[in-house]
């Protein structure tokens, strides 16, 4: 089994910044890849970022410039920094990760989500 714990979420004003945290635990041999999507009300799941375990990124394009995905492999963290953020980016942000067990079966699994508001 493996949790993925996610934490950061708040309420900011438009223009300030956020740093989300995901930190997954359990059987873990080895993550490869682990990302941040997020869902707004009333719309579909999206995808922010992703990074892969050699720190290889990716990101929506409609993000690039603004938020920025980093992990620490020893800690099984990955981080989202968010800055100059908009009203749009209100939404729940979940973390995911594609995982190897100690048993080196892979399962992907998602985290239970953090709320992140933007509003003045």
């Known amino acids: 089994q493996v949790h993925l714990v996610e934490s950061g979420g708040a309420l900011v004003q438009p223009g300030g910044s956020l740093r989300l945290s995901c930190a997954a635990s359990?059987?873990?041999?080895?993550?490869?890849?682990m990302g941040w999507y997020r869902q707004a009300p009333g719309k579909q799941r999206e995808l922010v970022a992703r990074?892969?375990?050699?720190?290889?990124?990716n990101y929506a394009d409609s993000l690039k410039g603004r938020f920025t995905i980093s992990r620490d492999n020893a800690k099984n963290t990955v981080y989202l920094q968010m800055n100059s953020l908009k009203p749009e980016d209100t939404a729940v942000y979940y973390c995911d990760a594609d995982v190897v067990l100690t048993s080196r079966t892979l399962i992907h699994c998602w985290g239970q989500g953090t709320q992140v508001t933007v509003s003045s």
């Open positions: 990074i892969f375990s050699g720190g290889m990124t």
């Open positions: 359990g059987s873990i041999f080895n993550i490869n890849v």
